[in-house]
């Protein structure tokens, strides 16, 4: 349509000259990828891809894989089970937190790391060694290509320089929330974040979400009731402490990573990816926030919208 095409270039021009925050540095690869890169795609629901930018630069899925994580979860648990393990709550706190963790001995949700470290021991007891290869294949089945791929130097960077996620989980161990060993579980939570996608991919799987879980193959991947869940989470909980705002200014589900990438869902009709490295201290891109609000604004795609 050309209203989107339209409405995707204004806000690109309207967002080039945004700048502020900075690369996420605990991650030493990357603070090496360049900062000026910037992408928009949007996916609507007959697959019609509408891009601006550097839309074809790949990048890592990093917090943004949770999603992914949460919803194979849900086609394969109950959420009986699933509930033994992690909450469905904000935690208002940042998003590898300790604090409230060791108070509540349980995850809050599956969006921040402590929940999805919980959510991928879940994958490991039921899959085992397949585990990276099956959860991949539910990846690339909502992307509708075999495309998706770990990019080893990030993995190696976020493995060797984990301490942090190491804690959370250890301590999740001492609570008996995770039932397999802590080293395997992080293995496989480092590779879902080190999944390589573009924008464009990104929107497509984006759209599978969207659209009552048909891919672009118009295979269905996903449940419709677990759609349901799932995007309410990433409602609720998708943007850490920064989920209140951007649910009264943006109105989407929608997950952030600190490569930079944003995803947001418009439920019916799109999916909607961002790009830009430059993080902020919520661990969000600084401008692909400001992106997705604009083109929310262009195309009255606020959930709560009656017009």
């Not at 000026?36 to 019609?48: H, P």
């Not at 919803?71 to 590898?96: C, H, Q, R, T, W």
């Not at 108070?103 to 929940?115: D, S």
């Not at 969207?210 to 409602?235: D, F, T, W």
Request: proline share 5%; charged share 20%; hydrophobic share 40%.
């Amino acid at each position: 349509m050309q209203a989107i095409k339209s409405a995707i270039e204004r806000v690109y021009s309207a967002t080039l000259p945004i700048s502020g925050g900075g690369p996420a540095t605990y991650i030493p690869e990357l603070a090496k990828v360049n900062p000026e890169l910037f992408a928009i795609s949007i996916c609507d629901k007959n697959q019609q891809i509408y891009n601006q930018g550097d839309f074809s630069v790949p990048f890592t899925l990093q917090s943004i894989s949770k999603v992914f994580a949460y919803a194979f979860v849900l086609e394969n648990y109950s959420d009986e089970d699933i509930d033994i393990k992690v909450g469905l709550e904000p935690s208002g706190e940042v998003f590898d937190s300790i604090i409230k963790l060791d108070k509540y001995q349980r995850p809050f949700n599956p969006m921040v790391n402590a929940g999805a470290i919980a959510i991928t021991d879940l994958i490991i007891s039921r899959f085992g060694s397949q585990s990276l290869d099956k959860s991949v294949q539910f990846f690339s089945r909502l992307l509708g290509e075999d495309l998706i791929q770990v990019n080893q130097a990030i993995f190696d960077s976020e493995f060797e320089n984990g301490e942090r996620n190491r804690a959370l989980a250890h301590l999740l161990k001492s609570f008996d929330i995770l039932d397999n060993p802590v080293e395997e579980v992080l293995r496989l939570y480092f590779q879902h974040c080190s999944l390589d996608v573009t924008t464009e991919g990104l929107a497509r799987m984006g759209s599978t979400l969207a659209r009552n879980g048909l891919n672009h193959a118009k295979q269905p991947v996903i449940k419709k009731e677990s759609i349901r869940k799932l995007l309410s989470v990433m409602l609720s909980c998708g943007m850490y402490n920064y989920a209140g705002q951007w649910i009264y200014e943006v109105g989407l589900p929608a997950k952030s990573g600190v490569s930079g990438g944003i995803l947001a869902i418009a439920p019916n009709q799109y999916g909607v990816a961002v790009y830009s490295p430059p993080i902020n201290g919520d661990g969000c891109s600084h401008r692909g926030a400001y992106a997705i609000k604009k083109l929310g604004e262009e195309l009255n795609l606020h959930i709560f919208d009656l017009v």
